[in-house]
């Protein structure tokens, strides 16, 4: 093939005898089919000039090579596969040298593990992150790795889907080179020369000797494979990674090869790859609301925040971490002097793990300040009120926050469930406020939900997400209604749950079935680690406010008889679960079941037993259904922002892929017809969604609506 006739994605010239190799694939130098028939060609071009002494690839941009096209998933292969683009590198005659700046992750790094030499500039990330897809890297990365690095440094890059900065790589042996400057271009011009003066080998990765002591990499291998049975949970491919790497160890190049492919074939074809693609995609998608389309954000140069508890604390933590200015207030001094401190505490913390300096504490809180007065938001560009869930207390707050901040400020509540449209009713400029609910500890979590009020403005709307950019966090786009997303449809999974614990489930029965699930917790450890007085003080002011004519659904006063013990989870020692002298781990508690009993007495409920099977039918089956009626009602926008919201922010299984794609995958007339059945015992409660009805009757998924925005 002439070298004018290659693909425009990928470009080549002579620099006296090396062959420039250019990707240039924007946004992210893709692996895309052209660019891998490009790269075969180039190799092939090289191979048959004569003038060509050595060969040198880079990528164009800001990124070497960002892992694969993503607009390929789920589509026919197409040749030359990935290996196949991987092994012509490798058997070039002549040297090859991968010269990385920007990314070089997935498929990225495993051309550059291909290549005969490596080099980095600095702002270089390498990394094999397929795991974090339900893959495992099928070039080569699992077999050349090894050869290269070893099977622990291996195993821990590629389970832990990390990146690396180069001087780790050059540490590690990832690489042979650091790059003086930043520029790959010249750096790798130079190295490629310096191989073509020493008249340097062709060294090829599958011939490295760093698995050459087997017994020593048999022993990092067991210690790895047990630790990853302790903590995939259910994962599939950390264990075929393991299976891979062995290959690395015991067989011959070729045959470790053959394995890797068979092996991410059955990765592929796992549904747990389908669900954490859903969730890739899913979170890229969330980015997109039709007020980010049409509305640019106001600028966020300061910001302030009302209270200085737990949650207040922890959302100037995330301000602080992202480089912004930050002014807290508080009624008065001793309470102003304990929100510093809960912001401190997140600091000292760091210093003492060696995470930050003591230097970089101190910077960091040179940009934080604290007042009791509200005219020291004068000049705030965002404030975020995190005071007590009552609306008379948040609307003497917005009433200050009116008179003083200046005109278009954001004026945001972080409310967990209150209105927010009768916050922004009360004063005089009704298009500055919005709903910014963090997920505690808010410096931790990486879900915001952004509520958008009936008179925002769109460009109010459009600062949230730009905020949330900034926090790095996840933002979804949700409506007004008590809850939200998360939290409305949390209310009603969480009866479900108690209805089982009432109707002869224990309550750790039930957490135990929904860790086997795939969730790190489950529902009554998380009451336990938020506190059950938070949902105690919910369920009272919503039983103050329940229309007494209305049908009453089915209450377990469960709860309440904990609560009124004082018994309010770790804080206290006691909850559901006993936590003695301050454990973070409970172990069940005798008195908790006699409770249980004796409500069950008192509610004339003859307890059976429940397998943990029907547990997780009927626990998933009222999350799915609210999170329908969430959708049906413009709640959430899209079927998949309810999946973020809970991949997010409650602790939904990731390679399941989140609620709604999760019942895709069962099939949407299995969960409407166990709604159906659950529904002869407690019709109140088990109402189906009319948009679930809507779905099934018209032969349609939850997925057919993701496109709707």
Known sequence: MALDALPEVVKTERRDSVLVVTIANPPVNALGVDVRRGLVAAINA?????????????????????????????????????????????????????????????????????????????????????????????????????????????????????????????????????????????????????????????????????????????????????????????????????????????????????????????????????????????????????????????????????GGGTMGAGIAVAMLDAGLPVTMIERDEPSLARGRAHVEKVYDGLVQKGRMTTEGKASVMARFSGATSYGALAQADLVVEAVFEEMAVKKAVFAELDRVCKPGAVLATNTSYLDIDEIAAGISRPGDVLGLHFFSPANIMKLLEIVVPAQVSADVVATGFELAKKLKKTPVRAGVCDGFIGNRILAVYRQAADHMMEGGASPYQIDQALRDFGYPMGPFQVSDLAGGDIGWATRKRRAAARDPKAPVPRYVQIADRICERGWFGQKTGRGYYLYPEGARTGTPDPEVMAIIEAERRRAGITPRSFSDEEILRRYLAAMINEGANVVQQRIALRPLDVDVTFLYGYGFPRHRGGPMHYADSVGLATVLADIREFAKEDPLFWQPSPLLVELVERGADFASLNQSE
Do not use: W
């Not at 291909?114 to 080569?140: D, N, W």
């Open 46 to 306: 090289a191979e048959a000039d004569g003038t060509v002494a050595a060969v040198l690839i880079v990528g164009a941009g800001r990124n070497f090579i960002a892992g694969a096209d993503i607009r390929e998933f789920g589509k026919p292969p197409q040749l030359p596969s990935l290996p196949e683009v991987c092994q012509r590198i490798e058997n070039c005659s002549k040297p090859v040298l991968a010269a990385i700046h920007g990314a070089a992750l997935g498929g990225g790094l495993e051309i550059a593990l291909a290549a005969h030499y490596r080099l980095a500039v600095a702002g270089a990330r390498l990394g094999l992150p397929e795991v974090q897809l339900g893959l495992l890297p099928g070039a080569g990365g699992t077999q050349r790795a090894p050869r290269l690095i070893g099977a622990k440094a291996a195993l821990d890059l590629i389970l832990s889907g990390r990146h690396v900065a180069p001087k780790e790589a050059l540490a590690l042996g990832l690489i042979d080179r650091l790059g003086e400057g930043t520029d790959a271009l010249p750096e790798g011009l130079a190295y490629a020369q310096e191989l073509v003066d020493a008249k340097a080998p062709v060294r090829r990765t599958r011939d490295a000797a760093a698995l050459a002591d087997r017994d020593a990499q048999r022993t990092a291998l067991e210690a790895a494979r047990a630790d990853t049975a302790k903590k995939s949970r259910g994962l599939f491919s950390p264990m075929k990674i393991v299976e891979a790497v062995a290959a690395a160890i015991d067989l011959p190049f070729d045959e470790g090869m053959a394995l890797e492919r068979q092996l991410f074939l059955q990765c592929v074809a796992s549904p747990q790859r389908a669900g954490l693609i859903h969730a890739f995609f899913a979170e890229r998608e969330v980015l997109k609301a039709p007020e980010t389309k049409a509305a640019k954000p106001r600028p966020i140069e300061a910001c302030g925040i009302i």
